[in-house]
């Protein structure tokens, strides 16, 4: 035990050395990380596994890493879960708990659905590069073994062909595995996990369709006391701001097939850092959400040297009814807070720390922004715009960004509510602001990296309740 304490407290000590490391999201302990995968909670713990590259700090042969907590705040890194084998690299895809022994690999296991992703395949040209593969733990996520039957669902001739996402439909007894399909969703159906049976699909004509759909999750939540069926695409390009990002439909669900309230495109964050976004499985009525935090526009080229990319913060999900049509709402999870200070309008404060929650709620809707710098002049400021009904960030003085043309912006998202009174909150880690607005009806996420970390804060046309946050990792 005192080993482990030791470790932790080293591993703790070389991560706040590193620059631009955050010390309240998750990030892998080294190299590559991008799609967060099979979100689950079992016996008091959530399961976090992830795309990863363990031998560098780019994309390449993807794995499964692994990460547990029991908080959502605080993570213990695990053994890699899954490895690539003769079907090919471990794509992104969910995991189940199977509690009626569908499969037949014992009560309770859980299964991991996945994309296998052939590359010597995809060299020689073959569309039929993905297919959908198993694997199943006795021991509640920690040990998998792949199943000798792999792959349960075979590629029909489409070239995008991945990323399942499975749950247990109770109306219908059966499994349904909602599968991105290069311009669209396809939904199929299964009783035991490893025959599949083709639903039907969703997207032609709907949403946004700048690039490759990805990353579906398909789920119910209540609402006005009905249920409503939410699916989660994300695309690649074609977000608002540019680059890659992650649209919302509402609709309707009946085990075969998925009906929109409308044909409005709805974003989950309209920053430019929060991609793959899913949610964890076997939380009840509670809906937990997780991102990326990164874009494809630059993620490979962010100037962190020993790992790349984090995750947004978990964030619990609801509907709200606005005027009859039905909008997500994100909140983040509660955080630790040291210490606070209501800053005026007009006024500049230096914090202690860089993680930081600042918050404004009841003051009338008015032009506003707060800034956030450090000694060099560098900053990022973020408000709203009253002429234009709009929020922004603005990250075009942030610091470094000459690894890519594609990274300075300011950057916009529409105000949904129309209540007469400000509801916001920033929370600030070491190289990233996570954004909510109007309950998060509003949200955005942005990266950056200055060359000194942001302490000083500035508000103006509003006064904030500036909070520091307890370190976590």
Known sequence: MKKIVLFCLLAYSTFAQEQHRPRLHFTPPSMWMNDPNGLFY????????????????????????????????????????????????IFSGSAVVDRQNTAGFGKDAVVAI???????????????????????????????TKYAGNPVLKNPGIA?????????????????????????????????LKTWTRESDFGAGFG???GV??????????????????????????????????????????????????EETRWIDFGRDNYAGVTFHETGKRRVFLGWMSNWDYATVVPTKSWRSANTLPRDLALKNINGKYFISSTPIDLPVESAIKLAAGKSMKASSALLRI???????????????????EQVTMGYEKSTNRYFVDRRQSGDFSFSSKFSSRDYAPRISQSATIDFQVITDVASAEMFADGGLTAMTTIYFPTEEFKVVSAKGISVDVETVKPIL
Request: proline fraction near 5%; include cysteine.
């Open 160 to 192: 995008d062909f991945r990323d399942p996402n499975v749950s247990w439909y109770a109306p219908g007894n059966k499994w349904i595995m909602a599968l991105a399909t290069q311009d669209r969703e396809t939904f199929y159906s299964s009783k035991d």
């Open 213 to 262: 759909w990805e990353c579906p999750d398909l789920f119910s939540m209540e609402v006005d006391g009905k249920e409503k069926w939410v699916l989660l695409v994300s695309i690649n390009p074609g977000a608002p701001n540019g680059g890659s990002g992650t649209q919302y439909f509402v609709g309707d669900f009946d085990g075969h097939q998925f009906v929109p309230q409308d």
């Open 114 to 144: 996945f994309t296998s992703h052939n590359m010597e395949w995809e060299k020689a040209g073959r569309i039929d590069r993905e297919n959908q593969s198993i694997a199943f733990s006795n021991d509640h996520g920690y040990v998998w």
């Open 208 to 210: 946004a369709h700048g």
């Open 359 to 377: 918050s404004a709620k009841g003051q009338a809707v008015q032009d506003f922004s707060i800034v956030l710098a450090n000694a060099k002049g």
């Open 42 to 89: 079992e016996n008091g713990t959530y399961h976090l596994y992830y795309q990863h590259y363990p031998q560098g700090t780019v994309w390449g042969p993807m794995h499964w890493g692994h990460a547990t907590s029991t908080d959502l705040l605080r993570w213990k890194h695990q053994p890699i879960a899954l490895y690539p084998d003769s079907l090919g690299l």
